[in-house]
């Protein structure tokens, strides 16, 4: 039997008080988050009595001039109303603004000698200003979304697939949009 060398034991308490420092140090970290679910039924700004998504249904869009931009308008409609529609009495509107661009991804034709693109990409941009009843600015963003497709060598097939990659982006340009919105929102309601 030997007796305990009193460095290892001095050496071991200070790793043992390390630790225990960690430890606080990571607990006040994360107790000083604010973290609530996606999908809360709490209200988004403070002093609101209704929930998140009723908050959200009351958002009016004001009309998009180009075809991706009301397929954009369009869910995001159905989105914030939960299929419901546009609201009678909005509290806030929504100035959306929806550029496309599509774009040749490969220059490459293996079976013919004509160097025609055969994949593509669209791109949907979307700038949005958010006001509340009064016309104060709530949010300005820009999010966007790309989508690829394949091109054919048949005209009607390329164009179809064309528009499937628009439909496709403009779904989940309007998700990302009304992420972004809850947020902005969440983050307005902090301020008031």
Same mark, same amino acid.
């Given at each position: 039997m030997s007796l305990p060398d009193p460095e290892k034991s001095q050496a071991a308490h200070l790793l043992r008080r390390a630790a225990l420092f960690g430890l606080v140090a990571s607990l006040a970290l994360v107790s000083a988050c604010t973290v609530r679910p996606l999908y809360s039924s709490a209200p988004l700004t403070v002093g609101s009595q209704v929930g998140a998504a009723a908050e959200l249904a009351s958002i009016s869009i004001k009309p998009v001039g180009s075809r991706a931009g009301q397929q954009v308008r369009n869910n995001l409609i159905f989105a914030f109303g939960q299929g419901s529609g546009e609201p009678a009495s909005p509290a806030y509107t929504l100035d959306l603004g929806v550029s496309e661009l599509v774009e040749s991804a490969a220059i490459v034709q293996v079976q013919t000698e004509e160097d025609e693109p055969t994949a593509g990409t669209v791109t949907l941009t979307a700038? @949005? +200003?958010? /006001?509340?009843a009064t016309g104060a600015v709530v949010a +300005? *963003? %820009? /999010?966007?979304?790309?989508?690829s497709f394949d091109r054919p060598r048949q005209e009607f097939a390329? @164009? /179809? #697939?064309?528009?499937? #990659?628009e439909n496709r982006a403009a779904r989940e340009l309007a998700d990302l949009l009304r992420l972004a919105i809850a947020q902005d929102l969440a983050k307005? *309601? %902090?301020? #008031?």
């Open positions: 700038n @949005y +200003v958010l /006001r509340d +300005v *963003g %820009k /999010r966007s979304i790309p989508s390329a @164009y /179809r #697939a064309q528009i499937d #990659a307005h *309601g %902090k301020k #008031a």
